[in-house]
């Protein structure tokens, strides 16, 4: 398995690089994160929640090395964490049902060529 506190510091390294390079690009990206966190609607732990639910949907490990580290930190259970989990997990097995849907759409519709979508 991967070193995820290290793999975190490296991440951070390489990000830096990116800012020395890019600045505004990553002052854009902090903008836009801490604008979630300033709404006031969501409280900090169920925000890193989220984010990890999400995290898991989209792939991201640096997102699950930096959301997961900042989880534990506000008080985050194991079992909170994988109640987010089997969230992001029912999620994508609905996104996968839809697809599948779509599937059966243009297979009707590659044996229909006058069939409009």
Do not use: F
């Amino acid at each position: 398995m991967l070193d995820w506190n290290n793999y975190r510091k490296e991440l951070a390294g390489r990000i830096g690089e990116i800012a020395a390079i890019s600045p505004e690009t990553v002052k854009g990206y902090q903008a836009l994160t801490g604008s979630a966190k300033k709404g006031g609607r969501l409280d900090a732990k169920t925000i890193e929640l989220i984010s990890l639910a999400v995290a898991v949907t989209l792939r991201c490990d640096g997102c699950i090395a930096v959301h997961t580290a900042e989880a534990t930190k506000l008080g985050a259970s194991k079992e909170e964490i994988g109640g987010a989990l089997s969230v992001a997990i029912a999620l994508n097995a609905g996104a996968t049902m839809v697809y599948s849907a779509r599937v059966m759409d243009a297979y009707a519709a590659s044996n229909n060529p006058a069939q409009v979508a």
